[in-house]
C-alpha cells in the first residue's frame, strides 16, 4: 500500500476571501508531489484529537505558511502576515506528536522554522531587518539561488555531492536549528536552508519550495521512501 502522508491545511481566520467565514487551503502542488513520489495525500484540518489522527498516517508533510510573530517590536516598515492562532497550535501539537511517534517528517518553509522552534531553536522574523547583508530571499523561481549540502546528510544522500539550486519564498529564517537538530545546508550568504533531527528516521526542514521543483522532487522521493519503510511500524 502506498504510503499515507498527512498534510495540516492552512487557515484563513480573517475573511480574506469572505468576511465573516474561515477557510481552510493550501498550495495542491504539495499533494502532486506526494502523489507523484508514490505517496498518498490526506488533507488535515485543524481539529483536537490528534492522538488518534497521527496514527492514521505514515508521515507528516508540514508545508509553508503564513508569519511566525516576533516576540520583540520590529521597524515599522516591516510587514507580518501572522499565521492564525488556532493553526500554530494545531501545527505545533501534530508535529509533537509526529516527533514523538517517530514518525517521518519533512518541513518546509514556515514547517522548518516551527521544526526549529519545537527544539528550542531560533529564528530570523525577518531576514533584510536581522541579516541586512542577506540576498534577497522572496524569488520564487527556479535556481534563483545555490546551496551548499554537508556531504555527511540525508539531503546529499537525496541530491548528491555539489551545490543545488533552489528557489526561495520567504523573509523569515532559521537563526538557530535547536536540540538535536543539525545545520545541513546553507545559502551562500551563511542563511540556513536545512536542518536534520539527529538519531531520527527521517526528519528534515527545508527552506525552499521542493514542492515547485522537478517531478518527482528528489527530497521527495527520498521522503516517501522513508514513510514506506515506516508503515509497519505502529505510532
Known amino acids: 500500500m502506498e504510503p499515507r502522508i498527512g498534510i495540516p491545511l492552512c487557515l484563513d481566520a480573517r475573511g480574506r476571501w469572505k468576511t465573516e467565514r474561515e477557510y481552510h487551503y493550501i498550495d495542491s502542488a504539495?499533494?502532486?508531489?506526494?502523489e507523484s513520489a508514490g505517496g498518498t495525500p490526506f488533507y488535515l484540518p485543524i481539529q483536537s484529537n490528534i492522538s488518534t489522527?497521527?496514527?492514521?498516517f505514515d508521515g507528516l508533510l508540514l508545508p509553508g505558511g503564513d508569519d511566525l510573530i516576533p516576540p520583540r517590536p520590529y521597524p515599522a516598515g516591516v510587514v507580518f502576515d501572522p499565521v492564525p492562532?488556532?493553526?500554530l497550535e494545531f501545527d505545533s501539537a501534530l508535529l509533537d506528536?509526529?516527533?514523538?511517534?517517530g514518525m517521518p517528517i519533512l518541513a518546509i518553509?514556515?514547517?522548518?522554522?516551527?521544526?526549529?522552534?519545537?527544539?528550542g531553536g531560533s529564528l530570523h522574523y525577518d531576514i533584510p531587518t536581522d541579516l541586512p547583508g542577506a540576498r534577497n530571499h522572496q524569488n520564487p523561481h527556479s535556481g534563483s539561488h545555490k546551496i551548499e549540502i554537508e556531504p555527511d546528510s540525508r539531503l546529499a544522500v537525496?541530491?548528491?555531492p555539489g551545490p543545488l539550486q533552489v528557489n526561495s519564498l520567504h523573509h523569515q529564517g532559521v537563526a538557530?536549528?535547536?536540540?538535536?537538530?543539525?545545520?545541513?545546508?546553507?545559502?551562500?550568504d551563511g542563511l540556513i536552508e536545512a536542518i536534520e533531527r539527529e538519531g531520527s528516521r527521517f526528519c528534515i526542514g527545508v527552506q525552499?519550495?521542493?514542492?515547485?521543483?522537478?517531478?518527482p522532487d528528489a527530497l521527495f522521493r527520498s521522503f516517501v521512501a522513508a514513510c514506506a519503510a515506516a508503515q509497519d511500524t505502529e505510532y
Not at 489522527?53 to 492514521?56: K, S, T
Open 30 to 34: 504539495y499533494a502532486r508531489a506526494i
Open 53 to 56: 489522527l497521527i496514527g492514521q
Open 85 to 87: 492562532a488556532a493553526q
Open 97 to 101: 506528536a509526529a516527533m514523538e511517534a
Open 109 to 119: 518553509c514556515y514547517g522548518m522554522q516551527l521544526l526549529a522552534l519545537s527544539a
Open 158 to 160: 537525496a541530491f548528491g
Open 176 to 188: 538557530t536549528p535547536g536540540r538535536k537538530m543539525r545545520v545541513t545546508a546553507r545559502a551562500q
Open 208 to 215: 525552499w519550495h521542493p514542492e515547485k521543483l522537478g517531478n
